[in-house]
Nanobody, 125 residues
Framework: QVQLVESGGGLVQAGDSLRLSCAASGRTISNYFMAWFRQAPGKEREFVTGITGGGGSTFYADSVKGRFTIDRDNDKSTVYLQMNSLKPEDTAVYYC??????????????????WGQGTQVTVSS
């Protein structure tokens, strides 16, 4: 079973940048599509971005396109989320997760397992 641990969150000002990390252990993740989701207070957990196992393809929610970049280092079993030009509306707990695969919708929360514990990102205006 894969265990995921996110890190890198914090309190920043609007316009700042943060780089989140998701470190995996227990099993190699090089064959897995991985994604970042986020959940703001009182809102549903939403898809932010995903990356294929080899890193050749990436996918982004419209709300972060052009500002966020996902990448991965399979030798380090780590997936990263570079967040630039942060906005107050980016404030949320950010989670990484492993896609269950198949023909499932990769933007749907229910198609991911396991999940990390999350890391808080707070953007002040």
């Amino acid at each position: 079973q894969v265990q995921l641990v996110e890190s890198g969150g914090g309190l920043v000002q609007a316009g700042d940048s943060l780089r989140l990390s998701c470190a995996a252990s227990g099993r190699t993740i090089s064959n897995y599509f991985m994604a970042w989701f986020r959940q703001a207070p009182g809102k549903e957990r939403e898809f932010v971005t995903g990356i294929t196992g080899g890193g050749g393809s990436t996918f982004y929610a419209d709300s972060v396109k052009g500002r966020f970049t996902i990448d991965r280092d399979n030798d380090k079993s780590t997936v990263y989320l570079q967040m630039n030009s942060l906005k107050p509306e980016d404030t949320a707990v950010y989670y990484c997760a492993v896609f269950l695969g198949g023909n499932n919708d990769y933007t749907a929360r229910k198609n991911y397992d396991p999940w990390g514990q999350g890391t808080q990102v707070t953007v002040s205006s």
